[in-house]
């Protein structure tokens, strides 16, 4: 005779737990199942490497699947303008040295340049000074010590003339005509003169003194300068004369009246 199970509320509560439980059972072999099949293709399709890191994460594959995700770590940029900063300002000193060392060689270039340009100046000034020395005692060892004091017609000589003494000589010639001293020297006196109308008295070095009467003009004033041919003058008739003519006269050192034909002889010049 069959025997009949006790049937109940405790009796389906068991049947309930006891049916729930194979049900897990089955789930969890489905479920590693799964895994390994998973895990078996994802072996053959990464590198020796790779195949590290799933099976130590799967020594517990339950906890595995249950466990809370990882929130994802942020990468954060590296602020890389301080960096920058610093490179810039590294180039821009560079830059400066350079420049600054260009300068340096410019300017020395230019001193250089501007102390040959100098030098250069100086050489030639000092050729010119040279040359224009050279000329000129050139010029002056060629210039006459003793000249004419006028040119014309030889019209009265020195000495006793119509019961009186003539002085000096005469050389006639059209007003306007130009005296010159007969050396070197330096104007003593230029102005009117009682007899002589205008004169101008020239001394010279060894203190002779050469008188020019009778002029028209004056061209030097008193205390200059001349030298033997310069224009001092020009002939007139002013004064106590009888036409146009030079009186001239030389007063030797002491005052005394010399012929001035002789005077002017012993120096190589001719009336």
Sequence with gaps: ?????????????????????????????AAG??????????MTTVSPVDRIVPIAATKNLAAAMTAQPQEPQTIHSLDTSAETRKLLQAEQIQAQFHVREALRSAEGAYAKRQEAEQARVAAEQARIAAERARIAAEEEAKRPQCVRPAEGSFTSGFGARWGTSHNGVDIANAIGTPIVA???????????????????RV??????????????????????????GQQIATIGNRGQSTGPHLHFEVWADGGQKVNPVGWLAARGVTL
Excluded: C
């Design 33 to 42: 199942a799964l895994a390994g099949a998973g895990f078996a293709q994802a």
């Design 203 to 228: 001394q010279h070095a060894d203190g002779t003194i050469t008188v020019y009467g009778h002029m028209n003009t004056i061209d030097v004033p008193q205390g200059a300068a001349v030298k033997a």
């Design 182 to 200: 007969v050396m070197d020297g330096t104007v003593v006196e230029a102005g009117p003169a009682s007899g002589f109308g205008l004169w101008v």
């Design 1 to 29: 005779m069959a025997r009949h199970r006790a049937k109940g509320p405790l009796v389906d509560v068991i049947t309930r737990v006891d049916l729930d439980r194979k049900k897990a059972v089955a789930a969890v072999v």
